[in-house]
């Protein structure tokens, strides 16, 4: 297997945001394009919860990204005209400092003594990338969902980084049905005998908690609308029944399987608990007191908002404070409201209204 | 401890639906009031997956109901003027035989064994209660949530067995949304160890399980708007916190773990397995090819029909396909949106807004 990942390892202590700190703190990204002689069309790009920093194949990994349709030669984040840098958050399991790396003190992986991670260190430690690049000014940060989170912890934090924001199905702060949500998610993890207090060995794991919390996360990242459409009441075929009356019977129990089958030992446990409480924290508000005030520091030329109609998880309404909140601050903002049915997944599947969106933003 | 509780013992062996028999089957139920002389004056109360029949108290009972502000002397089911029955839903475990009864012909309790349930099998059972009682026609038959499918079940199988109807956010059938929580809800309780395939001893039982499907009950039965109002972001107090970093911080996560902890103990995890999947495999469409067609078969002088804005487990457009078939099936049909906050709970407690609908219908 070939990799495009970069490693950039810090030799400094990292001080993390909600206290302690990181010996060796690397963070793993990749990148798409050139810098132009200015150094002024770089993007950094932020992801979601899970992703690597693959966001889109190239000529050192041909595997497709999970942003495939966005990103790369032509596409709307155009690697002709861009250098484009996808991050793996810390915190993450793909090539960034996390719960499952070693720490450099005792030789054995974090696990449950990661210290607590929250958006900010993510933020910071992305900036630590961009400026080993020696980039002074990006042309845009991009980001999706929590990479939207990250996003605004980005601006905020160095409110010169960056001219254009891009912020897609993401929130200023988390709330009560989001966090409700993660908090089960989590508990299913913890609950699983196999997490083992997060003392599980490397390879191994929670895996029927992670199972489950994968299973509620695609019923929070999709929408009702979309399975009425897509499923109805159809039965899975008598063959792919388990002859488990409680199980599966109709076919979106078995699209639910198939999801969490997927995702099942790809992604770290400790990893998803971390992460998935960072969200939890994030609040705009501890910036400056409210969110507006918090909003209110960022300087950028101009920003777009998009949000989706059918996103259960991060409603339509945490886009209009957002894009409020930004215009408040006199940024020149676009808040696109798209009609897609796929809900807070939209960003990664309804391309055909997502793509025109961007591109439009990055002519 | 008083009971109220009546006992309806069947001798003949009971039939079910989707195939099995249940030996000596009986139905627990409670009435208010008493009936007229020409016995026209009997509302069948049906309830929701959890409650017991006890919907209110009573001189035998004093202990409130789980529909105390509804139903008794001059409330809006008002016990001065009709003979109101709640009978608990066979395969439920407050006196009706379900999966944690004894089977008469093992002498042990059904636990797994037990007959798959279906909703029509609550309603046929209920009406044994009805004819035990020599009652040839129903004032109205009631049912709010599974209790809503369980008086749609009971209107088809008796056309003429009841005058009127009122279903409170219910539905004609489940919808995948609903049937991937419940599933997944499933799952939790099928994946904890104490579950022991069903067969835990009597009294304990999968109790992890059962407080995380609780918990994501929860989350389906309220809303996101509520939650927004009562909890924000709050934090628990820092003496309510329990030092586990992923679980109990917002005020949000000490309100799910006060709702498991209630729950937990009271119902039979057995129980719950088999009526959450009674709910998925319930359609009107089964009862004549289409929704439609199954509600063609009720005949009924009024019909009322009750759905709340905030409501993701059964939701408002469930309501409306509900009301227009019945409307078309040449019935009476009012339907009422109520712009509550609480959900799909909002039956349970936002009596403000429900009781004079209710109340004004049976006037």
Redesign the interface.
Known sequence: MTTARKILQLDAPFAMHLGGHLQQMQIAYETWGQLDAERSNAILVFTGLSPSAHAASCEDDPSPGWWEPMLGPDKPLDAHRYLIICVNSLGSCFGSTGPASVNPDTGKPYQANFP?LAIEDIARSAHLVVEALAIETLYAVVGPSMGGMSALAYCMFYPDASERMLSISSAA?????A???R??Q???I????DWRQGSYPPGEGPI?GMR?AR??G??SYR??QE??Q????ERVPEERKTG????I?????AY?EAHASKFTGQFDANCY?YL??AM?LF?VADHGGSVDAGLSRIKLRQALVVGVETD?LF?LHQQGELAIGLESAGIETEFVRLSSLQGHDSFLVDMDRLRPVVAKFFA
């Not at 913890?190 to 005998?193: E, F, M």
């Not at 488990?244 to 199980?247: G, L, M, P, T, Y």
């Not at 019977?249 to 129990?253: G, L, Q, S, V």
């Open positions: 607590v702060r988390s709330l009560p049905f966090t409700a949500i908090s089960l989590r508990e299913m913890r609950t699983d005998p029927k489950m299973k509620l695609m019923i929408s009702p399975w009425v897509r499923f109805g009441r488990d009356a409680f199980a019977d109709f076919e979106i129990e639910l608990l998935s409480r939890d609040d259960i409603p």
